[in-house]
């Protein structure tokens, strides 16, 4: 992210004041991928048509993309930094899907400052909060439990970026130059194979 466009007064704490080293300089311009999940209520909600239409106005390329049925494991590696919060277990429950669908859509998208043009168009993290011409102003909810169901992930900084675009993605599945480091490791590995 470009430090002149940098608006972190959506990011968590932990965001603020890092660096971000990882991205390619094409002539002037900062290159970076982030990471978005179209969560199960924009699933449930068929939202994924109007959240992709919003996110080309980004005009980010999307350099990796698939349907992920989300386990309590990576459900709380995604979340760990908020392990501590009294909406965790309930967050938990909402990303594996036990309230609407159990499936995300994991989607990279990867241009110049792409992490923080993509969380501009989601909004702020409550629902109530964001810009109702956001995509989470215009899709969110608040549960009765108090979870916001925002619809939409996005990281929210570059080492955000970094982290969950290696816990969600294989280096494989990304379209792109690589922008983290890659090894070549040629392993042996039981998969499914079209019977003919
Ligand atoms: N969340 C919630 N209540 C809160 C804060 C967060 O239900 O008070 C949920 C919400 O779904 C949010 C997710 O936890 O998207 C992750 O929280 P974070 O602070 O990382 O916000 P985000 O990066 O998603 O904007
Ligand atoms: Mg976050």
Redesign the pocket.
């Given at each position: 992210m470009s430090l002149k466009n940098a608006d972190l007064s959506?990011a968590?704490v932990r965001c603020v004041f890092r660096v971000n080293f990882h991205f390619m300089k094409i002539g002037e311009r900062v290159m970076e991928q982030t990471l978005i999940l179209i969560k199960p209520d924009g699933l449930k909600k068929s939202l994924t048509g109007n959240i992709l239409t919003r996110l080309s106005e980004t005009k980010l390329d999307i350099v990796g993309a698939k349907m992920i049925r989300v386990g309590r494991e990576l459900a709380e590696e995604h979340?760990k930094a908020?392990k501590d919060?009294s909406?965790f277990e309930e967050?938990i429950k909402?990303i594996m899907g036990e309230y609407h669908k159990k499936k995300v859509m994991a989607l990279i998208y990867g241009g110049e400052d792409a992490i923080q043009k993509v969380r501009d168009i989601c909004g702020k993290?409550?629902p109530e909060e964001a810009d109702s011409v956001s995509i989470r102003g215009a899709y969110g909810r608040i549960t009765t439990k108090?979870?916001?169901?925002?619809v939409i992930?996005a990281s929210?900084c570059s080492e955000e970026a970094e982290r969950e675009i290696k816990l969600w993605f294989s280096p494989d599945e990304i379209i792109d130059d690589d922008i983290y480091d890659v090894k070549i490791v040629k392993e042996t590995i039981k998969h499914k194979k079209w019977a003919e």
């Open positions: 959506d968590p979340y908020l919060e909406y967050l909402y993290t409550n108090g979870v916001y169901e925002n992930h929210a």
